[in-house]
């Protein structure tokens, strides 16, 4: 969608929601903003506000279904919807250890049922006009399993075709849907990590490639493109070819769940 008026971020007290917050921040413009923390989620509205957005926050967590669909349809009588960006999303942190067994199950909680959760409440608000977009976060790690990040990848491959087939499902009603899967992005998950990431990229300059992204209604929205390309490689070979590779990367530790990538 071109212009969208009123935009609900999840996620959108930090990193990546923060920064499309902050791009899409104008008069005349309505953003609804969700995320755990109440402080950093208020310390991205009174910068919103600042650029002459009209805010509105919620601590509501996105695995609670029922709260967020009751908010969402409170802002949509406010604002009626036009963008909502399904954000929300955790990994197990950085280091040596993978993912334990409460993160595996806490991954897929908030970034397969949390984004489930967002995205058919927004279904249900934009279906009756048959008018609106609805953008879902999955990752280039959603190509192909990595050995230290088995639940983020498998949760972010679940989003992004579930995603994939929405659109073509929803497009019959007027809403229009797209997947977006960044490579490494800055937020406050991957300044964690303490190995190479290639390519990283500043979060502001991915909120204007989503942005862009989003104002074409492109089906999905993957970058940067060579780390895409090497991904999509990733995915085609036998995996009897990749897995000796894969296996070197470094893993995940069994730290408690952090919000990010
Ligand atoms: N950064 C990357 O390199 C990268 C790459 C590909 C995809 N992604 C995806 O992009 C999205 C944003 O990640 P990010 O890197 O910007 O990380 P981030 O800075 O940690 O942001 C994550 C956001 O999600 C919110 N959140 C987490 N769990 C939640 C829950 N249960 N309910 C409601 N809100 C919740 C956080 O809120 P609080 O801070 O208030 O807890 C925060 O606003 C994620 O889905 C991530 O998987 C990131």
């Not at 413009?29 to 755990?36: I, W």
């Not at 991904?231 to 069994?254: F, I, M, V, Y």
Request: hydrophobic fraction near 50%; include cysteine; aromatic fraction near 6%.
């Amino acid at each position: 969608m071109k212009h969208p008026k009123s935009i609900l971020i999840t996620g959108g007290s930090s990193g990546i929601g923060e920064a499309l917050a902050l791009d899409y921040a104008a008069p005349g413009v309505f953003l609804g903003l969700t995320g755990r923390n109440r402080e950093r989620l208020d310390r991205v509205a009174a910068r919103c506000r600042a650029a002459g957005a009209e805010v509105a926050t919620a601590v509501v967590d996105v695995r609670e279904a029922d709260a967020l669909a009751a908010w969402m349809a409170g802002l949509d009588r406010q604002a009626p919807l036009d963008l909502v960006i399904a954000n929300a999303g955790i990994s197990a942190g950085t280091g040596s250890a993978g993912e334990s067994d409460r993160q595996a199950r806490d991954i897929f909680a908030v970034n397969v049922d949390g984004v489930v959760n967002s995205v058919l409440a927004a279904a249900a608000l934009m279906r009756p006009r048959r008018r609106g977009q609805i953008a879902i976060m999955s990752s280039l790690a959603g190509f192909r399993g990595f050995p230290g990040a088995p639940a983020y990848c498998a949760s972010k491959a679940a989003v992004r075709v579930w995603g994939e087939a929405l659109r073509g499902m929803l497009a019959r009603e007027g809403i229009e849907v797209t997947v977006i899967c960044p490579g490494y992005v800055k937020s406050p998950i991957t300044g964690r990590n303490d190995f190479p990431m290639p390519f990283l990229m500043e979060a502001d300059r991915a909120a204007g490639i989503i942005r862009r992204g989003l104002a074409a209604n492109r089906a999905r929205i993957a970058f940067p493109r060579r780390l895409f390309a090497a991904a999509w490689l990733l995915a085609l070979l036998p995996p009897a070819w990749t897995d000796p590779l894969l296996g070197r990367l470094p893993e995940k530790a069994a730290s408690e769940p952090q919000p990010g990538s």
